[in-house]
């Protein structure tokens, strides 16, 4: 295994504890392992936490800062935080106005939450939640009933944050996310399998010449396996799925998100995003918006996820609010 | 190979097409490959510009912008762009006050970049040059005389960027730009090769157990090859160096920047700025400024950098300021 680390068992912690030597201006991290805003809580206004598993770096604890996340929870690499982080990042945040849950459609992560709303709640903090389910490649998977939330998270994030910030209510921030959730939709594909720091190889094999289009971000098997193709053709085969699912048709304004799998250099995703930005301009699809990066990751694997959110102006107006996390940053 | 492109001989205008659609608000991409600010030439500020080959984004386009450079030069991958791109870029971002090449040091890059001064100043426009060779790890390389230029160009563009857009003038970027050079080291490190797209196979061959300490960005050799070691191990072996050359020293003031590769995830260069952190603690050194992500990289390149620049107020006042470039931005 080649990882820049010093035990596996050590990985989750010492990344917390570097996130928090450089970004000690943004966030703060506390027990049980939760990455807080600096001036959580905010009296009066929403409270907005997510968590999953780590492995996904920058998410979530990246999208912790003023416009995005008050608080993240980040479990074991690819396995669930356990309720008490929910719970404890919850009173974290709430100033009085209630919080909202952004929780990826995985078991454990929808189980959990759930338990941590109800804990909550019984202090008498009201919580709202909001099951992101974007992936189009597959109907259920290893670890999930119903589709996986993927690349749209990051979206639902930014956008979320930004009307909580502006100081909308619980009811009407959690509508936000829901109306995120309902108009994005994602795919994902692999060049190589990730490697979990505690089991030292591969997750799964792959040949030199093969590629798995629909793969989750845990490297759940996708949709099928295949010979390696060109850029274009790879961005054919996610994005007809993901436009016919809304559908989205000409006419239509949206966000573009090219994502990175963690070990795909920019310059891939910019002929990624080049191939994208054609394709959609070819039918009548205004890109109003575009993020490229690599924003929800799975650890080393190689390969990219695209996501499109139908936008409307109000979306658009949340995007482009200030932001100011170690991972997303502008207007300020 | 595996790699998200179309053919290897597409993949840097394709990716300089897909930079051109994401970002058309801050750039745009004229013939003969140069990336330029949109809103260049600014009459009377100096412009500032770099280049060097494909293959280290976001490096040097990414930072074409406000506040940072004004246009770069991209050349093939892995080769210096041609005295033309030079020559062209420097005309497009004269505004009368003269224009700063901002040069890593490989034999290439100098020997073109020096005739475009010349053919530059043959046309009445005033032209300075700084050359930037942080890399502690080897005197001389394949492509070099002297130290190879590396992470540190990362910040000298964003400080330089950031006095001329002060209104400084030419004198003054040229002997900032000195400054951050005279101030600044750097050393990386590779779990694994690079693949260059033209030839599809690793550039150096590196057992499946072995790392190599003080790497360059082109996978040229290092000190060392060397068992995989611990990411404290490792920070050691590069920080060591870097400490010692200047030398760095309790009290001083320090930017830290951990870099990626291009191959290797958040996670783990979070793990790294650690223990980076820990040990400049230890030596009584403040780290003032950091910067942690994947900024100049060796295509898919497993492996990190390190760098750090001793502050003073100005350099540190010229690095917070505004920034607007796709891959920095702050205070906008």
């Not at 971000?217 to 010979?227: Q, T």
């Not at 006419?251 to 795909?264: H, P, Q, W, Y």
């Amino acid at each position: 295994m080649k990882k820049l680390i010093n035990a596996p068992d050590r990985v989750v912690d010492e990344a917390l504890a570097g996130m928090a030597a450089a970004h000690s201006d943004l966030i703060r991290v506390e027990p049980p392992n939760i990455v807080v805003r600096k001036d959580a809580p905010r009296r009066g206004k929403v409270g907005v936490i997510s968590g999953g598993g780590s492995g996904h770096e920058p998410m979530h604890g990246g999208f912790v800062g003023l416009g995005m996340l008050d608080a993240a929870c980040p479990g074991a690499v690819f396995t669930s935080p356990v309720p008490d982080q929910m719970q404890a990042a919850t009173k974290a945040v709430d100033g009085g106005a209630g919080v909202l849950h952004i929780v990826k459609n995985y078991t454990g992560d929808i189980m959990n939450f759930d338990l941590a709303a109800q804990l909550a709640e019984a202090e008498g903090i009201q919580v709202k939640s909001v099951v992101i389910a974007d992936d189009v490649a597959v109907k259920d998977s290893l670890y999930t009933a119903g589709r996986r939330g993927v690349g749209g998270t990051v979206l639902a994030e930014k956008i979320v944050g930004g009307c909580a910030e502006s100081g909308a209510n619980l009811d009407t921030v959690t509508a936000m996310c829901q109306r995120v959730q309902d108009n994005v939709r994602s795919m994902g594909m692999a060049l190589t399998s990730c490697t979990l720091p505690s089991v030292g190889k591969p997750t799964f094999d792959l040949g030199d010449d093969e590629m798995e289009i629909g793969i989750g971000i845990h490297g759940e098997p996708g949709r099928s396996r295949m010979k390696i193709a060109t850029a274009d053709q790879i961005v054919e085969m996610l994005m007809t799925p993901i436009l016919e699912d809304l559908p989205f048709k000409s006419g239509d304004r949206v966000l573009a998100f090219v994502n990175g799998m963690g070990g795909t250099p920019l310059i891939e995703l910019y002929v990624v995003y080049n191939a994208v930005a054609s394709m959609l301009k070819g039918k009548g699809i205004t890109v109003a918006r575009n993020l490229v990066g690599s924003y929800i990751t799975s650890l080393d694997m190689a390969g990219c996820s695209i996501s499109l959110l139908k936008l409307d102006d109000e979306m658009t107006r949340f995007w482009d609010a200030p932001v100011h996390t170690p991972a997303l940053r502008w207007g300020l």
